[in-house]
């Protein structure tokens, strides 16, 4: 059974940097795409960024060049790096992974899959 758990989130100003991270067990994770989504209260969920086995990483527009996805195979980890945060970015974030490789329907695996994580709160204060 896939289990993600995240950590990280809190509360920052505009401006400010915060690092997420997901630990996955009950897969093998290599084979996987990551990635994450978030849902900010009273709005659809959204695909933020996901990264193929092999590094390859995708993101949503708005995050590009603020975002940066990683991964650590040999850990089963995953990470967001999330610079110049706006107050915009305040949301639920959930570790997601999806068996394969990341497609072009990269926001479609990570949002219907059913291995998701409990969410870390992100908070941008303005």
């Known amino acids: 059974q896939v289990q993600l758990v995240e950590s990280g989130g809190g509360s920052v100003q505009a401006g400010g940097s915060l690092r997420l991270s997901c630990a996955a067990s009950?897969?093998?994770?290599?084979?996987?795409?990551m990635g994450w989504f978030r849902q900010a209260t009273g709005k659809q969920r959204e695909g933020v960024a996901a990264i193929a086995g092999d590094g390859t990483t995708l993101y949503e527009d708005s995050v590009k060049g603020r975002f940066t996805i990683s991964r650590d195979n040999a850990k089963n980890a995953l990470y967001l790096q999330m610079n110049g945060l706006k107050p915009e970015d305040t949301a639920m974030y959930y570790c997601?992974?999806?068996?394969?490789?990341?497609?072009?329907?990269?926001?479609?695996?990570?949002?219907?899959?059913?291995?998701r994580g409990q969410g870390t709160q992100v908070t941008v204060s303005s």
């Open positions: 009950g897969l093998t994770y290599s084979r996987y795409c």
């Open positions: 997601a992974a999806d068996l394969g490789t990341c497609g072009s329907i990269w926001k479609y695996q990570l949002l219907y899959t059913s291995s």
